[in-house]
């Protein structure tokens, strides 16, 4: 055996839960609306702190196409919780994300 031994190409898929924290400084900066925020854009004032951000179920797969490409996916759907949530910037707690790409290695 040499170094040229190629890999199986099976589709690898996972299933899962996510969750993401928050600190102070991030709650205040995304979902905070503060005094002066609030007088200009008539939103209320509102005072965002650290917590859970979001948690939800994630599906994933990975597939390689040849030695050289492989591509991935992942879909992923979240709901904002605590002060995340409840911010009157969020139109809506429940979240879908997508990620597809491509992979090419170079030898």
Do not use: H
Not at 17 to 45: E, H, I, K
Not at 53 to 79: H, I, K, V
Request: include cysteine; charge should be positive.
């Amino acid at each position: 055996l040499g170094s040229d031994v190629i890999a199986s190409r099976a589709c690898v898929l996972g299933l899962g839960v996510t969750a993401r924290a928050m600190d102070g400084t991030y709650a205040r900066n995304f979902f905070g609306v503060s005094s002066t925020q609030a007088a200009a854009s008539g939103l209320p004032q509102f005072n965002a702190g650290s917590g859970v951000q979001r948690a939800g179920l994630f599906a994933q797969a990975f597939y390689p196409l040849s030695d050289d490409w492989s591509m991935f996916g992942r879909l992923e759907a979240t709901q904002l919780s605590d002060d995340a949530g409840n911010s009157p910037l969020v139109a809506q707690k429940r979240q879908t994300s997508l990620i597809v790409s491509a992979r090419r290695t170079f030898r």
